[in-house]
């Protein structure tokens, strides 16, 4: 299986995810932005970093790159996406995920390990998870904290699109376990029809003992399973 | 063609979480200007377009921030000017 991972002028995390997807077994592939096919890939991430500068709005610019013509398409025909960080961003601005994500409330770039419930057990991200386990995976971001209308945020938790949260020790969602005030918690969301992921923590780099935490390893490991079937 | 500088003003949507406007307001008040009652921080866009009219430069605008300079899901845009340059 291969797993094309899109490199945008400023991507820095494109490193990290290859090295989780090699760690799997699976045949990574940069992809960069200025090319139009996405011929052979089965999987497309969009890793995290800084594309154009974060110029305008974080992901604004990237989402024009010509190589989203042929994600957005990927994603329309049900092939998996997800979207890290930057990567989250750049899926909001291209319609493949709803709301947005904008500055952090405290003003701050945060760098941290924070720790989430599993919402959702049963997409194809995550149903390497019990429903309800918690993680801890870090974050870094500047532009995290997800914003959507009432009607989007209330259809999202109806619809069971609420895949991962910020909580606290207690598995409790509250304002100090939320790194970037984040409406309801929210940390990752997939999409209607459950191919496309997006969540600000970084999974590619919680994949080794060394890392401090191999609790990514979940997201990867559900998403080959499935697409390997 | 005539050209045209058109300015866009983008702010934050009413409603929707400022920490920016709320930290300036909270300045503002420390300084003694009580009488703000709140602040929204946004973007300010200066576009130099070659159009046929105000009306087509405005009309041409109006949709480069409906497809990219405004985030019709958070962000209000106005028009504030245009003038032929």
């Known amino acids: ?229 | 063609m005539s050209r045209f500088t058109v300015s866009v003003h983008i702010v934050p949507r009413r409603g929707i979480l400022d920490p920016q406007g709320q930290a300036v307001t909270d300045a503002l008040h420390a300084l003694g200007f009580h009488d703000v009652a709140g602040a929204r921080i946004g973007r300010h866009v200066v576009l130099e377009v070659a159009a046929a009219d105000a009306a087509a430069a405005t009309t041409s605008v109006r949709d480069m921030c409906g497809r990219l300079l405004a985030n019709p899901v958070t962000e209000d845009f106005e028009i504030a000017m245009v003038e032929a340059t």
Not at chain 1, 100 to 112: C, G, K, P, Y
Not at chain 1, 120 to 137: E, I, K, P, S, V
């Open chain 1, 1 to 229: 299986m291969k797993v094309g991972i899109v490199t945008f002028p400023g991507s820095n995390c494109d490193y990290d995810a290859w090295h989780a997807v090699q760690l799997l077994g699976a045949s990574p592939a940069y992809v960069w932005h200025k090319e139009t096919s996405l011929d052979g890939i089965d999987v497309v991430i969009l890793p995290g970093g800084f594309s154009y500068g974060d110029y305008l709005r974080a992901g604004a610019i990237a989402r024009f790159s010509p190589i989203m013509t042929a994600v957005v398409d990927h994603a329309r025909r049900g092939g998996p996406v997800i979207g890290i960080c930057n990567g989250f961003q750049i899926a909001c601005e291209a319609g493949l995920l709803p709301g947005a994500l904008l500055r952090n409330a405290n003003l701050q770039f945060v760098s941290d390990m924070v720790r989430l419930r599993v919402e959702n057990a049963d997409t194809m991200f995550t149903h390497a998870y019990a429903a309800g386990q918690m993680l801890r995976l870090p974050v870094a971001h500047g532009e995290g904290r997800f914003t959507a209308s009432a009607d989007t945020l209330d259809r999202l938790d109806q619809e069971g699109r609420v895949v991962f949260r910020y909580v606290d020790a207690a598995g409790a969602v509250t304002d100090a376990a939320n790194p970037n005030g984040s409406m309801r918690g929210i940390a990752g969301i997939v999409s209607a029809e459950g191919n496309v992921l997006g969540l600000m923590p970084h999974p590619e780099r919680a994949v080794e003992a060394v890392l401090g935490s191999t609790d990514g390893l979940g997201i990867f490991q559900s998403m080959l399973a499935r697409v390997s079937a």
